[in-house]
């Protein structure tokens, strides 16, 4: 049995007067956490205005912690009355927010603000539930590939298997009905999403799927307990993947294999019109690129994979494609994407009208090479996995 | 504490999961407070609709008391961690040997609902308006938490959580 302490973190960012702690926090004494204490008591006193103790990722916390805490917080009110902190709690972490209340309830100039969004850039592009039914179309094409793919990264059935960032939830039962996992914990970040997911597995009778609202980037999960982990689509639209893979890493049993999937928009292709189409997803991937997100990512998995400490690295490329069951699916994507990338993204970029007009015609074309008789339309995507080592 | 342990019919609850280590090997590490406890929170988890969440949740309370335990308990003997599900509440039950001092700590706490106070004797941290921060956490937990007499020489501190909480 590891019997290390847990590890904690506590970093000031002078840019955003900002403390940050982060991880678990269960020390015996207060003289355990001195040197995290003297921090925040140094950047305490020499900050003015507004100075913010994000403790969005601090999963645990002891109460030998939180009075230490508690009481440098509050002797630092007192002494500065006209200097304000705000507490940024995580509605992840049930627990938080009423604990630090007990605090701003005491001190006027303490307020507690709930951070229970934006987890990641673009968030809010792909929450929109009009977008649910264009995520269940991807799912529906993708998984003709990655059912077949799957076994040769490792999943069988039998396994204790989790589906981080799982969305409306469809991937992780698709798993659940082919490959039977002794358990299955599917984790995402969007209240409406795992709503949505609860409602379709009920509906579909699909029994065992643990459903968890959590932050991928510091989850409540514990270390090294599944066989199997999957994040499809996610990574690339993290501004910090390596954090996000940290904690894929973390969660992973030795011996037991991440599974990502990402894209590289701008080689999505078609013809007719292969110009064109290749314009518009080029410039696909620039505004991404814009928003802290990298669509281009696909290539990159085994460079990011071995970054995190992976091992048996396997890459896979598959080519979503028009001849992939009814065209009119892969047709129903696009459209969704136009109508997302260049009616939203592109006009909050602040994109003239006329690059808006003519990024469309590239997405337009894409659809009349999905439908045309004679037409080819792809979408290519990157699964890779790897090996926690032993 | 009578009247407070009346509200609850320890007949309706069912064992999930009891657990025995010897005093001396669970004070040896105060690192056992922390595994013992996120062991205990994910049995505890199991049956939420949210089982990750729930048990994150609960462990924030269930480690107080056991760190509670840790403090508490000096005496040669045994630990007892006990875990019980009824249709609307789950227990926490952790059994201890405790010497005489500690009794009459604990006595005085009794006397005052939902503030099972050790003092200042035990490290346990205690606010300069003399309450201690697991008041709050039973607020917080909506959790009834009592200490009792466990035959002569012995304490139990038992903690009903109610199973309903939502997150959504």
Known sequence: ?390 | MKEEASNFDDHAFAPMVSMEMNVGMFKSQWQFCDRITEYLSDILGQGHSDPARYSNFLSVATNELVELAFRSTGEPGRISFDLYRSATFNRLRIAFPCEEGSDREHARARSSERQPILGAASGYPVESDGTVPLANLAAIFRAAIRIEKDGTRGIQIIADFPSTEDFQ
């Not at chain 1, 403790?55 to 002797?75: G, P, W």
């Not at chain 1, 850039?121 to 929450?127: H, I, L, M, N, Y």
Request: net charge negative; proline share 5%.
């Open chain 1, 1 to 390: 049995m590891n019997m290390l302490p847990v590890p904690f973190a506590v970093y000031f960012d002078p840019t955003n007067q900002e403390l940050v702690l982060s991880g678990k926090m269960r020390p015996e004494s207060a003289a355990m956490i001195a040197d995290a204490l003297r921090l925040v008591q140094q950047s305490l006193e020499k900050y003015s205005g507004v100075v913010y103790l994000n403790v969005k990722r601090l999963t645990h916390i002891n109460m030998t912690a939180f009075a230490a805490l508690s009481d440098l917080l509050k002797e630092s009110c007192r002494n500065r009355p006209e200097r304000k902190i705000v507490i940024i709690t995580s509605s992840v972490v049930a627990w938080s927010t009423a604990l630090f209340q007990t605090l701003a309830a005491t001190e006027p100039n303490l307020a507690i603000e709930v951070y229970d969004s934006a987890f990641y850039p673009g968030q809010s592009f792909v929450e929109d539930e009009t977008f649910i039914p264009i995520l269940r179309t991807q799912t529906k094409m993708t998984w003709r590939h990655e059912r077949e793919l799957l076994p040769r990264h490792g999943l069988r059935s039998g396994l204790v298997v989790a589906d981080i960032c799982c969305g409306i939830g469809d991937f992780a039962a698709l798993v659940q009905r082919e490959f039977a996992p002794a358990r299955l914990v599917a984790l995402d970040h969007s209240v409406r999403s795992l709503e949505y997911a609860r409602r379709i597995a009920a509906d579909f009778d699909l029994q065992g799927i643990e459903y968890t609202y959590g932050d991928a980037s510091q989850m409540l999960l514990r270390d090294n307990q599944f066989d199997f982990v999957t994040c499809r689509h996610s990574l690339q639209i993290f501004n910090r993947p390596e954090i996000l893979l940290r904690e894929l890493y973390r969660i992973c049993k030795p011996g037991g294999r991440v599974y990502i999937t990402n894209e590289k928009n701008s080689h999505c292709l078609g013809e007719p019109h292969a110009e064109t189409i290749k314009w518009t997803y080029e410039e696909v991937a620039k505004l991404f690129r814009h928003f802290d997100m990298d669509v281009e990512m696909g290539p990159k998995s085994r460079h990011l994979l071995a970054d995190a400490g992976f091992d048996e690295i396997k890459v896979d490329c598959f080519m979503v494609t028009n001849l992939d069951g009814d065209p009119q699916d892969f047709a129903d994507i696009i459209e969704a994407w136009e109508n997302v990338y260049a009616g939203e993204m592109a006009v909050r970029r602040g994109d003239s009208l006329e690059f808006i007009r003519r990024f469309r015609q590239g997405f337009r074309d894409h659809v009349f090479a999905a439908l045309h008789p004679k037409g080819y339309a792809g979408w290519p995507i990157w699964a890779a996995s790897g090996r926690k080592p032993l």
